[in-house]
């Protein structure tokens, strides 16, 4: 099983380059987000636990979120892999992940972190806030998401490293280029 973890500060082309490595190699896509809105619609226990927290306006403690994965790595563990898309975001995240994953004979295999200058995130965002209309896509708002990115996610990046599994993408340049770049990696890992 391939099991790819793409991760980037917001505007760095995530979810595009997600699907693009879905569709070329038969992954299946893992949100949390999406995830966590599922359990809750079918009421499962943890959908009920998550939402007990969300109502709060608390994060969802990460044991919660990894017993998601856990079912939803169960419930298929028929595919090609799973590329996960937000998850894990932090230190603590990135070690649960990986004890979930060891139970089922599975491991992280890379780490594909998407490196955009801030100035350009700070411009594809503002850029999107206007096409789009997201309220959240603000400067003040966007510098802050970049800020708490940095904080959490500079020990899992290290964390990653340590076990060779991360691989810098540099992600700016046209959507093929970038992804000629992580194309290139997981070619490399499934030989």
């Not at 896509?29 to 995830?35: A, I, P």
């Not at 799973?82 to 992280?108: C, H, N, S, W």
């Amino acid at each position: 099983m391939l099991n790819v973890v793409i991760f980037g500060a917001p505007g760095s082309g995530k979810g595009t380059q997600s699907e693009k490595l879905i569709e070329k190699y038969g992954l299946s896509h893992v949100s949390t987000g999406d995830l966590l809105r599922a359990e809750m619609k079918v009421k499962s226990q943890l959908g009920q636990m998550a939402e007990s927290y969300m109502s709060r306006g608390q994060l969802v403690p990460d044991d919660v979120v990894v017993g998601m994965l856990e079912g939803l790595i169960k419930k298929n563990n028929h595919v090609k892999g799973f590329i996960f898309d937000g998850f894990p975001r932090t230190l603590a995240q990135g070690k649960a992940l990986d004890a979930m994953l060891v139970k089922y004979d599975e491991k992280v295999n890379v780490v594909l972190s998407l490196e955009v200058e801030d100035e350009e995130l700070i411009a594809r965002l503002l850029k999107r806030g206007e096409i789009s209309g997201r309220s959240d896509d603000n400067k003040e708002t966007i510098e802050s998401r970049l800020r708490v990115y940095y904080d959490q996610t500079a020990p899992l990046k290290d964390f990653y490293r340590e076990q060779g599994k991360l691989v810098r993408i540099p992600g700016q340049g046209s959507v093929d280029e970038i992804f000629a770049s992580m194309e290139a990696v997981v070619d490399r890992i499934i030989v």
